[in-house]
């Protein structure tokens, strides 16, 4: 039999690192926005107006098996009605990614059955949001069967792509994959990069300020040079990130890509290496240096470089037209929410089906350049009152 415990306070949680990532690494869903480091930074910018809810599961002996890396907090829908929600810690404005339950392998629907029990009983919520479960999650399999859950009610919200390549052993093994035009154009760019403007591949395994201040502001300027506002508009966010920098340095996971021209970095690639995947979490470059691409070729030297370090996977965490050109494999991610009442689940379609509406007539009603600065000023508002971003 388990025995469930909750976790309700910061010095709590800061004392569970050790335990949570020995946990992590031997559970089927250990990803790199499940480790302490992750969690707690976000915890520490951006948890103000949640309530801790972690739940821990022990074994007979005492052994930790799972977590549940939780919160609670109110949301508004449509300004008006206000929901008790439960959301893994994480879950906003930092695009975490395969956000789930740590349990300890084979022990997945025994554990997940002991929290959704304790959820149950508690009765303290209306609302449970889970953001981009991985497909092949235990816990979607345990929601979608009726045997196994017969007092919850759930609805996906939302289901998207994320694209990744399984790295060979050899870069010359992947190149031979990729088609004829990339393979050329892949020679043809560096080829003019390394040689006619003594252009240079460097990368960063720690945490600096000229690398960080590089990165920021490599990522800024291609957002504001297409029109939008950039992540690291948000000073929430670049502190997140600059307590994420000096926490994965400590575990040797940061890394930073950079394409170097005249002594001055013009593209980057900012992301980490857990376990056996290198994570490939942001992008810039300087919109002065497009026409020379840059980015595509700084993205065909960070491939070279984790095969030749032994990855044995590039996540791209996303979607989106250019990175299909890399020999991609697809994954989903499944957001859901999750009620024991009926009505609770059904207010929440339908409020989640208006928005949608208004969204969409909005976005047809209005000029895209227009549409685009009203969306920056949403998320200059947002940012000025931290409210959470998606």
């Known amino acids: 039999m388990l025995k469930i415990s909750e976790v309700k ?13 020995n946990l992590l690494s031997r559970s089927s869903s ?11 930074s976000w915890w520490e910018i951006y948890g103000q107006k949640s309530v801790l809810r972690i739940l821990l599961a022990k074994d007979d002996k005492g052994s930790l098996v799972g977590i549940a890396p939780c919160m609670i ?41 002991s929290f959704f029990a304790f959820f149950i009983n508690s009765r303290d919520w209306d609302l449970l949001f889970f953001y981009r479960l991985p497909e092949t999650s235990a816990t979607i399999g345990f929601l979608n069967d009726d045997k196994k859950n017969s007092k919850l009610y759930s609805l996906t919200t939302r289901l998207e792509d994320s694209l990744y390549i399984s790295l060979p052993q050899s870069w010359n093994d992947y190149f031979l994959t990729l088609s004829q035009n990339t393979r050329h154009n892949i020679r ?17 395994h720690s945490f600096g300020d000229r690398s960080m201040t590089d990165m920021i502001s490599l990522h800024q300027v291609r957002m504001e040079n297409i029109g939008r506002l950039g992540s690291f508009a948000s000073h929430q966010f670049v502190r997140f990130h600059q307590s994420i920098a ?11 890509f950079f394409l170097e021209i005249n002594d001055k970095n013009v593209a980057v690639r900012y992301g980490y290496n857990y376990g056996s995947k290198f994570y490939d979490y942001s992008t810039g470059f300087d919109p002065e240096h497009e026409k020379y691409y840059v980015g595509f ?23 989106g037209s250019y990175k299909e050109r890399w020999n991609v494999m697809n994954r989903k991610k499944r957001s859901m929410v999750v009620s024991c009442s009926r009505h609770n689940l059904n207010l929440y379609r339908g409020v989640e089906a208006t928005e949608r509406l208004l969204a969409s007539q909005i976005k047809n009603l209005i000029p895209k350049r227009f ?3 009203l969306r920056n000023l949403k998320q200059r508002i947002m940012i000025r009152f931290n409210k959470p971003l998606r």
């Open 188 to 204: 043809r760019y560096r080829k003019r990069i390394e040689e006619t403007m003594e252009g240079t591949f460097t990368e960063r």
């Open 9 to 21: 306070t910061t010095e709590e949680f800061l004392l569970l690192e050790k335990d949570w990532n």
């Open 73 to 113: 907090r109110h949301q508004r829908l449509i300004g008006f009605v206000r929901l008790r929600v439960i959301q893994f810690i994480g879950c906003h404005s930092v695009a975490s990614e395969y956000l789930d339950f740590i349990c300890l392998k084979g022990w997945e629907e025994k554990i997940a059955n």
């Open 371 to 373: 549409y685009q600065k």
């Open 297 to 319: 070729v700084l993205l065909g030297y960070c491939i070279e470089k984790c095969i030749k370090e032994g990855i044995k996977e590039f996540d791209f965490l996303g979607e």
């Open 30 to 40: 250990d990803t790199v926005f499940l480790t302490w480091e992750w969690l707690f």
């Open 246 to 256: 000096k926490r994965f340095t400590n575990q040797g996971w940061l890394r930073m």
